[in-house]
């Protein structure tokens, strides 16, 4: 997410603070720590944001990996997914927050770190497995 070279490490922790939710970020290298070097908290109790944290790959193309969280309960199963850019001093402030449909969407990130359509970005794949009945969609 730095660009150093390390493989850094992101944890969620969607029961963090009344199911507010959380994820910790921790730059990898010789002074990795069990400090977290970048938090980022939910919008509110029962969100559970951090229930999908991952990489995002460099979705933005400027040379830096960027992550993804999901919000798993916001507003009644219709979720958020949050997008960070990374950058030399990555801040804990989304870049992208996109936004399910409808209540029981169930709208949340589908990890693939890849170019599919050979722009140069990583692509970012969301599913909402519960849209249409469960008949769900991508």
């Known amino acids: 997410m730095n660009a150093d070279g390390c493989p850094d490490v992101i944890v969620g922790a969607y029961s963090y603070g009344n199911n507010t939710g959380r994820a910790y970020l921790y730059f990898g290298g010789n002074g990795m720590d069990n400090v977290a070097d970048l938090i980022m908290t939910g919008e509110g109790i029962d969100n559970y944001f951090g229930a999908y944290a991952n990489t995002a790959g460099d979705v933005n193309n400027d040379g830096y990996s960027d992550i993804i969280v999901g919000a798993d309960e916001f507003d009644h199963s219709t979720n ?7 950058g030399s001093v990555p801040d804990n402030v989304p870049d992208l927050v996109m936004n399910g449909e409808s209540p029981g969407d169930h709208f949340a990130p589908v990890f693939l770190n890849d170019d599919f359509d050979g722009d140069s970005y990583s692509d970012v794949f969301i ?12």
């Open 80 to 86: 958020k997914v949050y997008i960070y850019h990374g």
């Open 127 to 138: 599913g909402a497995w519960g849209k249409d009945n469960s008949k769900g969609k991508a």
